[in-house]
């Protein structure tokens, strides 16, 4: 099978294993927005972006080198499993003491209630990853996009139990997400026969300097990554005018916009899973530079496309997403999504350019240019939010990854040095942007503005997709050759 086409079926299979589930992760903010007051909404992803800080730091982001030294045949994939398994867990007897006084930083102040469950949401968390991150490491892709399936229907499931029918607020979403981590790495143990790799007898001290030397640089990258995401919500919720809206219930509403974009980022996690596969598996060989080109000129154009269609559809997407019986205070939500699209086309960009690092193995610049970026954030947000407010955090996350994506695309091609067109992602993007103003200054009839731009991108980005499928379907010269 050539390279194409391998990536095509692989990105086939996580989409049908994720692509459901993705929807209904999605439709579950419709749960959340009904039952969550605004300030409660914030307190639930204050929580969840809180485990995405731990997650990294006690466990030392093993889980991407279980995907790189797994995937790479001159490695032992038991000594891979057993030397990241018994570190993480060594990280996480680590993080035990630390739970119980994070809620002294005043800006988690409202966790103050969850130490416990979000001590054992990091560990479950922990261990489903390591699972299933070895699962994919393995080539078992068909598995490891079941998984998605059934660990997104037990999620849903557990909420409608905790939430929607015992009214248990913030602490049903944690046990419901608790629960089906640990169904998800049970299934994923028992599946995939993973007692067979678990051998404390395959601990490799030097092997796991090894990882840890490749995974260490991305512990600070994830973090920074994580805040630059988060930290617009930090803001408005804890800022102060009396001119815009701010507050824990405008992060609230903050936090409902951001689903929404979540759409875009969610056919990117699917493309990702398969494309970190095969940069990692093509990093040696000969036309490595011209597959990254085709690869991502389609996606670029796929990105800015569905971009377009989302902004174009935003209200009756919103309506969808957002549930406004409970809380009308969400109905305001879809008029800060736009910039958040644009933005997220430009963090699903950084994440293929990330990719690069990870295949070649050049980590430490993934944390150097998102410092700068996480730098950036801070000091937009602070000039940006106390003049505009809600909006004012959206322009901040556009100009922050666009930053991110302008600095890597010089250094990560230093490494990958594949040809783009700059003058089509600036064309695009202005485009983009003239789709969000008639949603944020909401014109009337701003439907008719939108069409012909819409269209405007459509046309600039057809070529790129259509080669990249005649090219899956055998019709260029080229397309037989097979991967190394």
Same mark, same amino acid.
Request: glycine share 8%.
């Given at each position: 099978m050539n390279k194409y086409k391998k990536l095509a079926v692989n990105t086939l299979i996580f989409s049908l294993g994720s692509f459901g589930a993705k929807i209904f992760s999605l439709l579950l903010n419709n749960l959340y927005t009904k039952h969550l007051s605004p300030s409660g909404l914030y307190t639930k992803t204050l929580l969840e972006t809180l485990v995405l800080f731990l997650l990294p730091v006690f466990t030392f982001s093993l889980t991407e080198a279980v995907v790189r030294y797994g995937l790479d045949n001159e490695y032992d994939k038991k000594q891979v499993f057993t030397t990241a398994g018994i570190i993480t867990l060594g990280g996480l007897l680590l993080m035990l003491p630390v739970t119980p006084f994070l809620h002294l930083i005043p800006v988690l102040e409202p966790i103050k209630s969850y130490s416990a469950l979000l001590y054992i949401y990091v560990f479950a968390s922990a261990l489903r990853a390591l699972c299933? $991150?070895?699962?994919?490491?393995?080539?078992?892709?068909?598995?490891?996009?079941?998984?998605?399936?059934? +660990?997104?229907?037990s999620l849903f499931a557990f909420n409608i139990i905790f939430i929607s029918k015992l009214g248990m607020g913030i602490k049903g979403f944690m046990l419901s997400m608790i629960l089906s981590d640990t169904c998800s790495a049970i299934f994923l143990f028992i599946a995939a026969k993973l007692h067979e790799y678990a051998d404390i007898r395959s601990f490799d001290h030097s092997f *796991? /300097?090894?990882?840890?030397?490749?995974? &260490?640089?991305l512990v600070p990258t994830t973090i920074m990554w994580t805040f630059t995401g988060?930290?617009? $919500?930090?803001?408005? *919720?804890?800022?102060?005018?009396?001119?815009?809206?701010?507050?824990?219930? !405008?992060?609230?509403?903050?936090?409902? +916009?951001?689903? #929404? %974009?979540n759409l875009i980022s969610m056919m990117s996690t699917i493309s990702m899973q398969a494309w970190n596969m095969s940069a990692i598996m093509e990093n040696k060989s000969a036309d490595r530079d011209k597959f990254y080109e085709k690869v991502y000129s389609a996606y670029e154009s796929l990105l800015f496309i569905s971009s377009a269609g989302l902004i174009l559809l935003i209200k009756p997407v919103s309506a969808i997403l957002i549930n406004y019986t409970s809380f009308p205070e969400y109905r305001t939500a879809y008029s800060y999504t736009p910039l958040l699209i644009a933005a997220a086309v430009f963090t699903c960009l950084n994440l293929f350019l990330?990719? #690069?690092?990870?295949?070649?193995?050049?980590?430490?610049? +993934?944390?150097? @240019?998102?410092?700068?970026?996480? +730098?950036?954030?801070?000091?937009?947000?602070?000039?940006?939010? %106390? #003049?505009?407010?809600?909006?004012? !955090?959206?322009?901040? @996350?556009?100009l922050s990854? &666009?930053?991110?994506?302008?600095?890597?695309?010089?250094?990560?091609?230093?490494?990958?040095?594949?040809?783009?067109?700059?003058?089509? @992602?600036?064309?695009?993007?202005?485009?983009?942007? &003239?789709?969000?103003?008639?949603?944020?200054?909401?014109?009337d009839k701003w439907f008719l503005y939108e069409i012909p731009v819409a269209a405007a991108i459509v046309f600039i980005n057809n070529k790129a997709i259509?080669?990249?499928?005649?090219?899956?379907? *055998? /019709?260029?010269?080229?397309?037989?050759?097979?991967?190394?």
């Open positions: 299933s $991150q070895f699962v994919r490491a393995r080539n078992m892709v068909k598995l490891f996009s079941l998984d998605g399936i059934l +660990a997104t229907f *796991g /300097k090894t990882m840890l030397r490749f995974t &260490l640089p988060f930290s617009d $919500q930090i803001f408005i *919720g804890n800022m102060h005018s009396d001119k815009v809206f701010l507050g824990r219930d !405008a992060a609230g509403i903050y936090v409902a +916009a951001t689903k #929404i %974009p990330a990719g #690069i690092y990870t295949a070649t193995k050049h980590t430490k610049n +993934a944390f150097y @240019t998102i410092f700068a970026v996480a +730098a950036a954030n801070i000091f937009l947000n602070l000039g940006l939010i %106390p #003049i505009w407010g809600i909006q004012g !955090a959206a322009l901040a @996350t556009f990854y &666009l930053l991110c994506y302008i600095i890597r695309m010089f250094d990560a091609r230093r490494y990958v040095p594949f040809k783009f067109s700059a003058v089509k @992602t600036a064309v695009n993007t202005i485009l983009l942007l &003239l789709m969000s103003v008639p949603v944020i200054f909401g014109f259509f080669d990249t499928v005649r090219k899956l379907l *055998g /019709k260029e010269s080229g397309t037989t050759e097979k991967t190394t």
